[in-house]
């Protein structure tokens, strides 16, 4: 999965927006300003996504192109590398997971307001 495949997938999650919240160089994807995607423009292509901690053990043990989150919570966070070791539906499978656990904590307020959305 290249950058161009990654932003396009997020930015089809409904009420995604992207912005450079950090520096010129860090992509960061959030649904209703909450951040669940972020990756660096400069170097090597990784995508930092939310996790569930116990799920975010067992998927680093299990790919070794998957590991703790570079600059966040470990336990809640993993970087996992865009280099090819893994197919593009299992990253977005692996985007999914970390939408919903996003959307999963908004109010139900924030809930409504994203089943508005287009």
């Keep these: 999965m290249n950058i161009e495949e990654l932003r396009e997938y997020c930015l089809s999650k409904k009420g995604t927006s992207e912005e450079f919240p950090f520096d010129d160089v860090t992509l960061v994807f959030k649904v209703m300003n909450k951040m669940y995607a972020l ?7 990784y995508v930092n996504l939310k996790c569930d901690p116990e799920k975010a053990i067992t998927l680093r043990e299990e790919h070794d192109a998957i590991r703790p ?3 966040m919570n470990k ?3 993993n970087t996992v590398d865009l280099d090819g070791r893994l197919k593009p539906d299992f990253v977005k499978e692996l985007i999914d997971h970390s939408y919903d656990l996003v959307t999963s904590k908004l ?8 089943q508005q959305m287009k």
């Design 75 to 77: 336990k809640h966070w």
């Design 69 to 71: 989150g570079w600059h």
């Design 39 to 45: 990756c660096s423009l400069d170097g090597d292509l």
């Design 107 to 114: 109010t139900k307020k924030q809930k409504e307001e994203l």
